[in-house]
């Protein structure tokens, strides 16, 4: 175990990795997310789905510390996690891919990776070396891209970047915000196969996901969020079958997917 690893929790053993009880969240005198529960399993891989502004994205910067909970707790195996904002929670194994991907656009391939692996600075050499040649051997395209300026990437390859950078952090909980977003299908199709493979390699992931479709297929287990609040939870299996699930996020003419072409 590194020098910087937390100490566990008395309970850590029987805790879900991690904890989420009636967090709410406000943006002034709005309010974005109301009392929402959730775990996550070790090696589960749990999505959250929901329409536009159904607070998902401000589930993940709450839980990142980018963003204060007006109320509620979150644990992490067990052990609340404080208040110490972003850098805490890297230091405690969390790690947030955001929508924006937030690439350092100026600097290649190979430093934007490095810099994911911050929280290891003090044992800088071997880690980041070992940590780079797994982020390569998933992502090959990276490998053969080290040297080219993130700007320069294209869009597919961002999130590679982005996803890999947040790996070489070694996360206890991968945290994606719509890995999706804006990529084609064949592109998203490959960004899913990684995930699946990151599940098979024990990395646990919260997956926030507007493509309802892919995400119910790849996790265990799924919340569906509407205007700030849970409203349905099970096995993501069990979900992808309801009626009511069907028929709003998954249908083929169904009333999300009007109001996205809208
Ligand atoms: N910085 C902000 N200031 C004020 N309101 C905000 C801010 N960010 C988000 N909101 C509001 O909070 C609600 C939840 O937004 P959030 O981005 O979390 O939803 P989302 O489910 O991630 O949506 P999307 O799928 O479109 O990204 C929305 O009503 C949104 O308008």
Known sequence: MSEHAPTPAPNAATAPLLEVQNLSV?????????????????????????????????????????????????????????????????????????????????????????????????????????????VFELFPRLQERRSQLAATLSGGERQMLALGRALMGRPRLLMLDEPSLGLAPLIVRDIFRIIEQLRRQGVSILLVEQNARAALKVADRAYVLELGRVVMQGPAAELADDP????????LHSRHQDKLAA
């Not at 009511?244 to 249908?251: A, D």
């Open 244 to 251: 009511r699930i069907v028929e709003t996020y998954l249908g």
């Open 26 to 134: 406000a943006y002034g005198k709005i309010e974005a997310l109301t009392q929402a529960s959730l775990t996550v399993q070790a090696g589960e891989i749990v999505t959250v789905i929901g329409p536009n502004g159904a607070g998902k994205s401000t589930l993940l910067a709450a839980l990142m510390g980018v963003l204060p909970a007006r109320q509620g707790r979150i644990q992490l195996q067990g052990e609340a996690l404080s208040d110490g904002g972003v850098n805490a929670r890297v230091a405690r194994g969390l790690a947030l891919v955001p929508e924006t991907r937030a690439l350092f656009a100026s600097m290649s391939v190979e430093d934007n990776l490095r810099l994911g692996a911050f929280r290891f600075r003090r044992e800088a050499g071997s880690h980041h070396q070992h940590a780079l040649q797994e």
